[in-house]
Every structure is written in C-alpha cells, then in structure tokens.
Nanobody, 120 residues
Framework: QVQLVESGGGLVQPGGSLRLSCAASGSIFSINAMGWYRQAPGKQRELVAA???????NSADSVKGRFTISRDNAKNTVYLQMNSLKPEDTAVYYC??????????????WGQGTQVTVPS
C-alpha cells in the first residue's frame, strides 16, 4: 500500500507563487520517477513536470521557466514551486509516483489532488 498526500494548493493572484508538496508513505522500497499532473475543468489530465530518482527533470512547455520540480529522497517527498502564476494554471494538481514496494515493483500511485486557482 502506497499513499501520496499533497498539500500547498490554494487561491493566488496572477503573478503570485505557490509551492506544492507531496509526501509518499507506506510499504515503500524505492521510488523511481515522481511527477505532477494537472487537470482543468473540461480538459484532459496533462503532465506538468517530472523528476527521476537521480534528479533529471522535464516539464511542459507551458510552465518552463516558471515552475520547478524537486524532490527530497530522504523524505519521499516531491515539490512543485510555481512562480508567475497565470489564470490558465488553474486546475487540480495531482502527484504521481512510480514506486517499488516490498511485494510489487512499479506501482503507479496517485494523490487525491489539490486545487490551484488563479483568478483572471
């Protein structure tokens, strides 16, 4: 069993910043890639940014230069620093992790989602 718990969402004015956190817990042997996805109303869920266990990152073109993904392997936690937020960043943000447990390898775990709202 793996649980991902997100925090840090909220309402922020355009140009503002937020930092999302996602902590993994449970029967974790190791965590491979971790990432953040988002889903706006009426749209498909999309990848925002991802990071490997070694620290390599990739991000969507729409957030390059504004969002930064990082992780603390000792805490099984991934972060998303969001700067210069725009109304089009409004969405529910989901944490994702590819986890090896003691019983199963490659468990794809999802968090419950955290709302980020940037009013226009």
């Amino acid at each position: 069993q793996v649980q991902l718990v997100e925090s840090g969402g909220g309402l922020v004015q355009p140009g503002g910043s937020l930092r999302l956190s996602c902590a993994a817990s449970g029967s974790i042997f190791s965590i491979n890639a971790m990432g953040w996805y988002r889903q706006a109303p009426g749209k498909q869920r999309e990848l925002v940014a991802a990071i490997t266990s070694g620290g390599s990152t990739n991000s969507a073109d729409s957030v390059k230069g504004r969002f930064t993904i990082s992780r603390d392997n000792a805490k099984n936690t991934v972060y998303l620093q969001m700067n210069s937020l725009k109304p089009e960043d409004t969405a529910v943000y989901y944490c994702n992790a590819d986890v090896d447990t003691a019983q199963v390898m490659g468990v794809h775990a999802w968090g419950q989602g955290t709302q980020v709202t940037v009013p226009s």
